[in-house]
């Protein structure tokens, strides 16, 4: 008989998410994900989280946990959620690739479009297509950090330029670089698995002479084979707040004079703290912005 799994669906407006996120996760005991709606004024405006419509929070279990809709939606109405719940069972031959369901066809900006491997898709003349697998990497532009990243390199990767991307996960802020005009895109990460997901999808996309990957990061910690980064006209890291603090000085160091730093993964409480940081070490703050939570700084090298 075929192994099954259970799924677990959550509907809820989109400013609950996250707390149902958390309750989901404390009731099953698993790993959730969040589908946000997002919407946005215009091409020129950040993309926000659309706080009235409705998100799926979903979680996958291992058959045999006993738990229903209804336990579910009792739990997050408790919690002062308002919500609407469904169970049902995956079939394991489906589990492993059910999770390719929830990654679709998104559009950062402009022009940026980010297509999951599998996915069919058909560009706009102007569109600037990447295809994504994320493997175990993270990500494909879904997470608030990262969709403010890609807004921010769209608005500031010229052709030409020199892109650096610390702690570059699958590769995706990279990639939109190279598809923006960037000459040479340096992209970093500290994971093995990362770096080998981000090279295979410089491959994929016919990007490999232009980002290149290596293992490391900046400073003495973890150096990477291609020595101390420096000169670069824009510099990315959709990290942690901590990590960016630390590796401030570094990161203003690897920007040439009058480059851009963008950063990202700061959570709201954090966002005075990078401020400092990146002032401290030689960059001034150009612009702050907000999604959800989530903050994303520009800076300029003075």
């Excluded at 790993?31 to 919407?39: D, K, L, N, R, Y």
């Excluded at 402009?110 to 993270?138: C, E, I, K, Q």
Aim: glycine share 8%; hydrophobic share 50%.
């Amino acid at each position: 008989m075929s192994e099954r799994y259970t799924e677990v669906a959550v509907h809820v407006a989109g400013r609950d998410a996250e707390l149902a996120a958390h309750a989901l996760r404390t009731l099953a005991g698993a790993g959730v994900a969040i589908e946000h709606a997002f919407t946005q004024r215009d091409a020129e405006a950040d993309a926000e989280v659309a706080p009235d419509a409705i998100t799926v929070v979903r979680a996958w279990l291992a058959d045999g946990t006993r738990i229903t809709a209804e336990a579910i939606t009792a739990a997050l109405n408790a919690c002062g959620i308002a919500a609407r719940s469904e169970v049902r069972l995956v079939d394991a031959e489906d589990w492993a690739d059910a999770w390719k369901r929830h990654f679709d066809v998104e559009r950062y900006g402009a022009r940026l479009v980010v297509v999951p491997s599998w996915r069919d898709y058909t560009p706009a003349p102007r569109d600037l297509v990447l295809r994504l697998d994320p493997g175990m990497a993270f990500g494909t532009g879904q997470h608030e950090t990262t969709r403010m990243c890609l807004e921010a390199l769209e608005r500031l990767v010229c052709p030409g330029a020199r892109v650096l991307d610390v702690g570059c996960g699958s590769g995706i802020l990279a990639l939109a670089a190279a598809k923006l005009g960037a000459r040479d895109v340096v992209a970093l990460d500290i994971d093995e698995m990362c770096v080998r997901v981000a090279r295979e999808n410089a491959a994929a996309n016919g990007c490999e002479s232009i980002v290149r990957v290596a293992r490391g990061s900046l400073g003495v910690a973890w150096p990477s084979d291609l020595g101390e980064p420096r000169g670069f006209d824009v510099v990315v890291a959709n990290i942690i707040a901590r990590v960016i603090v630390e590796l401030a000085p570094q990161l203003v160091a690897a920007a040439a004079p009058g480059g851009a730093i963008v950063v990202s993964g700061i959570i709201a409480a954090r966002e005075r703290d990078v401020v400092d940081a990146l002032a401290r070490h030689g960059a001034s703050v150009q612009a702050v912005h907000a999604l959800g939570d989530w903050r994303c700084i520009e800076a300029t090298v003075r």
